[in-house]
């Protein structure tokens, strides 16, 4: 038996957007520890004889602190050989995954890393929203909206002032704050669009514009976990075309 951790990205929700080399690990797996985010479905994989443990994290509902998931990785690695621990989206992505393969390593266990699809562009693509587009936005930003401290990092202030697209996970309980950001940097009228539960059969979205997506997302009760996009790129989706540019072709 040799101790060994996997990370494993499980993709944004959708349990057939993980990898064939992350269900390999899973169906390898002694242990198994894994996220709130990550589809239940692909605990299906896993051997009748692995030891399989929920450490969902999730906003205001932390079953375990992270430095216990962190301790638990590394007491199933010494005591039954290969942990695999399957995160939402990507492990690298906002998934603290570096901390967890630091304190690993410190113990001398082996480490391996599967990427996942992250939310942050799997559930844009999946909507056919271009992150990216050589006539419209030539990069992108991915940014938090869910900081230790509590706080907008102050990069988000940054990706408002450029033509960037940017994508925000873990903000709507920021999104007064975020709306605020992008309209001081004259972006009001910038296309924007919240999905909910991205790339799942709970899905739920909305698409707007920056100066009236807070009435919407009122009137939707639309909440985490969601991804928002904000960026011209918004504007080549359909439901954004319906709502604004035959509204002004009316006018």
């Given at each position: 038996m040799q101790a060994k951790l996997t990370l494993v990205g499980a993709g944004p929700g959708d349990a057939e957007l993980i990898t064939l080399k992350g269900i390999k690990a899973?169906?390898?797996?002694?242990?198994?520890?894994?996220?709130?985010?990550?589809?239940?479905?692909?605990?299906?994989?896993v051997s009748d004889n692995a030891i399989v443990v929920n450490v969902g994290k999730r906003k205001g509902q932390?079953?375990?602190?992270?430095?216990?998931?962190?301790?638990m990785i590394v007491e199933y690695a010494l005591k039954f050989g290969?942990?695999?621990?399957?995160?939402?989206?990507?492990?690298?992505?906002?998934?603290?995954?570096?901390?967890?393969?630091?304190?690993?390593?410190?113990?001398?266990?082996?480490?391996?890393?599967?990427?996942g699809v992250s939310s942050s562009v799997g559930v844009?693509?999946?909507?056919?929203?271009?992150?990216?587009?050589?006539?419209?936005?030539?990069?992108?930003?991915?940014?938090?909206?869910?900081?230790?401290?509590g706080l907008l990092p102050n990069d988000l202030k940054l990706a408002a002032q450029s033509s960037a697209t940017v994508v925000i996970l873990m903000g709507m309980s920021k999104l007064d704050e975020i709306v605020a950001i992008f309209s001081e940097n004259g972006k009001k009228d910038t296309p924007i669009a919240i999905i909910q539960h991205g790339t799942t059969q709970k899905q739920k979205s909305?698409?707007?514009?920056?100066?009236?997506?807070?009435?919407?997302?009122?009137?939707?009760g639309i909440s985490n976990p969601a991804v928002i996009i904000i960026g011209e790129v918004v504007s080549l989706h359909p439901q954004y075309v319906e709502a604004y540019v035959e509204n002004l072709v009316i006018e």
């Open positions: 899973l169906q390898k797996a002694d242990v198994v520890l894994y996220d709130a985010l990550a589809n239940h479905s692909l605990l299906e994989y932390h079953s375990y602190a992270q430095f216990e998931i962190n301790e290969h942990v695999v621990r399957l995160k939402g989206g990507d492990p690298f992505v906002f998934g603290r995954g570096y901390e967890e393969l630091e304190y690993a390593r410190a113990f001398g266990i082996e480490t391996e890393v599967i990427p844009a693509g999946v909507n056919q929203i271009p992150i990216t587009h050589r006539d419209i936005a030539r990069s992108f930003w991915v940014v938090t909206g869910h900081t230790s401290d909305i698409y707007g514009q920056v100066n009236d997506i807070q009435a919407k997302v009122n009137e939707s």
